[in-house]
């Protein structure tokens, strides 16, 4: 699982500051999250190709998050993709992407599908044999939604030494990776357990901005691998963060003990703050495996 | 007159190269004129202060040349701006930008107010007592305008030498800058031209972006003191160019020369030439004065 950060600070682009966009990829999906102004020249910046985004997943509609998707959208088109894209975002991101696509009088000639979110509890918005993505409903000034992205457990490896020992004809390896006992070649049957290994550990990437402290969200994200959550601002400033629906290092960290977490990432930082150093510091009082969000950095989980 | 180039290329903005944008300063006034994708990073990049812009004038409604305006109007808000600001560009425009503001639920606290063009003759959409803006109707695959922007003509200037020896009042030196004869102390007619000079020569720019050849532009910019006049190809992708909509190098310097402009400059540039000098030198095989826009050049007429 890869994280690629392509703006983490919150609300107006700077010059070396960008707005919330990630690239997260989970099981050979490439998963953009949020698309603030000037996102298409970030992924060109971090040589991510275009045509591998299939899926792009909008928390809300504040500029901040979304004023990139439509340039995006017109690149694309310019560039003649074929490929589908499918957008997931709050309802009203339809009609406000497509007004601007007539006004051009420049349909998109690859299929464009939105799936509009108006739900208010944890929901399954995507699914295939590798993943699934939950939304997170979150506390903000409007209608916004976190995403859980989660690998699905995989198959079960084969002990290749033991069950060649067991005399196990290839054709039942399939069935003994899906963890089912089988019959050898001499008629016995072999426990699965003693010829597997269990699969790969199953990843998951909470994604969480933006939003007030709001405990709601830790069932839905407990025991995630990583957790991003927006740290906006500094404890110093935590008068701040309730009436402008956003958060402390400190209170994404709280979030991230009591979801039991592996990781947690801070990031959509004010730009009111020179150094981001403080934002570690303050999260580690809390918990202990506290990342920075930087622009043009890449995690591996 | 000072023009400053924020972009200058056409469709997608690229790590170097950006959409659409100018910053025109004639009589103390600031217009931005066309404003794609990233314009207010290019606004910071060049120190032109955000609240001194009252008047933006869109061309069309093609992403590279307004996907960047509802992100500059977001970030007039955050910063708790206070001035009106002017947004002059064709029908529909309105309704794009206030859905998205309503989708933010973001509404500015400044006035915004919007001038939309529908006309398809030269009109006068600004005026006040230093300039006129008139709008260009060009030929492109939507509507679009050019803009002319105008100095009026100043006040007649004091010869102060020939004043006092031909003993003028005070009183009367408004008169006579305004191009009036007056009397002096003694009761003898005084001849205005014989005690003042004529003023400072009207400068006028002329915006042409994007267009094919269109001849009917002419008479409009006839003696424009600058001509920018598109040039998204080179005369070897001629056939590209109507179907498009947009011009060659060469057919921009016919039209510099049949309206026998001072100055013409180029832009709007394909990425998919890797130099711009060609553009200059096809340009030179019919016009003298040309001159090349490039990303983060001023140039003072």
């Given at each position: ?17 960008h707005p919330t966009a990630q690239v997260l990829e989970i099981n050979n999906h490439i998963f953009l999250i949020d698309c603030g102004e000037g996102t298409q020249v970030r992924l060109r910046e971090n040589k991510i190709k275009f045509n591998r985004i299939k899926h792009i997943f909008i928390s809300h509609l504040h500029g901040d998050h979304v004023y990139g998707l439509i340039g995006l959208i017109s690149t694309f088109r310019l560039l003649t993709r074929k490929t589908e894209l499918h957008i997931y975002g709050p309802k009203g991101i339809k009609e406000m992407l497509t007004i ?202």
């Open positions: 699982m890869k994280l690629t950060i392509l703006g983490c600070h919150s609300a107006t682009p700077r010059v070396n500051t601007q696509l007539k006004l051009a009088d420049s349909w998109t000639n690859f299929p464009l599908l939105f799936h509009e979110l108006t739900e208010k509890t944890s929901t399954l918005i995507f699914e295939d044999q590798s993943v699934e993505v939950h939304t997170i409903p979150l506390q903000h000034r409007i209608y916004t939604n976190g995403f859980l992205f989660k690998e699905k457990e995989g198959e079960r490896k084969l002990d290749i030494n033991a069950v060649r020992k067991a005399k196990i004809d290839m054709a039942y390896y399939q069935k003994l990776k899906q963890g089912f006992d089988v019959e050898n070649t001499e008629g016995k049957r072999i426990k699965n357990s003693s010829v597997t290994k269990p699969p790969n550990t199953a990843k998951s990437y909470a994604y969480c901005s933006d939003t007030s402290y709001f405990e709601a969200i830790i069932p839905i994200i407990k025991e995630a691998t990583v957790l991003y959550h927006e740290a906006t601002f500094l404890e110093q400033h935590e008068n701040l963060a309730l009436p402008t629906g956003h958060s402390t290092a400190k209170q994404a960290a709280r979030i991230a003990l009591k979801a039991n977490v592996g990781n947690l990432v801070l990031g959509h930082y004010s730009t009111r703050y020179h150094s981001l150093s403080s934002f570690k510091e303050e999260a580690e009082m809390i918990f202990n495996n506290v990342l920075l969000a930087q622009e043009g950095k890449t995690f591996s989980f």
